[in-house]
């Protein structure tokens, strides 16, 4: 009786060992320092009921993602519609009223009926055209992606304040307009190895590059195929193939960082 107690002893002392073993704490993924909503290309419009389906969005968004504290606003909020500012009020600056929204403008938000920049970057809550800002130990550029190719003052006024960032600070370039091809640009980014990532919209595609250890994403748009119900199809409806969505970015104290693409059926 004892060797069989002994015995049975062995065989629960071995479970227990090949019980703990296969039940081993996987890593948590570490808490990232800030988790932003990329936003770019909303194109709000008087047609196809865009403010209501935005609206939608915006809740949908929130609902899944309670966890982000920052919308990242690359531009291109409107249409180019006259009268549609009141839009901006009434969905995107309701819909996060709570967040820290910061905004860029696009090409297509000069040609609504506000055509004073000093007025639109006033009303958007932009210090300038162009600006930075720090957050958590991140440090981002907020370019003005209509005019930074050609616009000298701007790409020395980056230069100047990359060269004043430093080394240790993780930084993210925005931009309306992607700037990978833009080599006045790149040549400044690339001698910074602490920018990491450059967030950009205006091509209505989701695009990732890796150039010069830096990660530049198209973050689609928001209104997906301008808002249309269907999406393009011919090669030169390019910019109307991909759904609606935004970009879930998270950005990590080590300066790495992590960018979804989450569709939304609007």
């Not at 929130?62 to 519609?81: A, M």
């Not at 000093?118 to 209509?146: A, S």
């Not at 990532?197 to 997906?224: F, N």
Request: hydrophobic share 35%; net charge neutral; charged share 25%.
């Amino acid at each position: 009786m004892r060797k069989f107690n002994k015995a049975l002893a062995g065989v629960v002392i071995l479970f227990i060992m090949c019980f703990l073993a296969g039940c081993k704490t996987v890593p948590s993924e570490p808490k990232p320092a800030i988790v932003a909503a990329h936003l770019t290309d909303i194109h709000l419009r008087k047609q196809c009921d865009s403010v209501n389906r935005f609206q939608a969005f915006a809740t949908q968004l929130r609902k899944d993602h309670p966890d982000v504290s920052v919308v990242l606003n690359t531009g291109d909020i409107l249409d180019g519609h006259k009268g549609v500012w009141k839009f901006w009020t009434d969905s995107v600056q309701a819909g996060f009223s709570d967040l820290d929204v910061y905004n860029l403008l696009g090409n297509h938000d000069h040609e609504a009926d506000i055509k004073d920049v000093k007025e639109l970057c006033e009303l958007l809550n932009m210090p300038n055209r162009y600006y930075r800002f720090d957050r958590e130990g991140w440090r981002f550029f907020m370019l003005d992606g209509n005019t930074v190719s050609r616009e000298k003052a701007q790409q020395q006024w980056l230069a100047k304040e990359l060269k004043a960032t430093p080394a240790s600070m993780p930084v993210v370039i925005l931009s309306h307009q992607p700037l990978q091809g833009n080599k006045a640009v790149t040549s400044i980014l690339s001698a910074h190895p602490n920018v990491k990532v450059c967030l950009t919209g205006h091509t209505h595609s989701y695009k990732r590059v890796e150039l010069d250890g830096i990660t530049y994403i198209e973050g689609g748009a928001v209104s997906g195929y301008w808002w249309e119900q269907e999406p393009g199809t011919s090669d030169s409806e390019y910019y109307k193939k991909l759904p609606s969505g935004f970009g879930l970015v998270k950005l990590f104290k080590d300066g790495t960082f992590s960018y979804d693409y989450i569709t939304h059926t609007h």
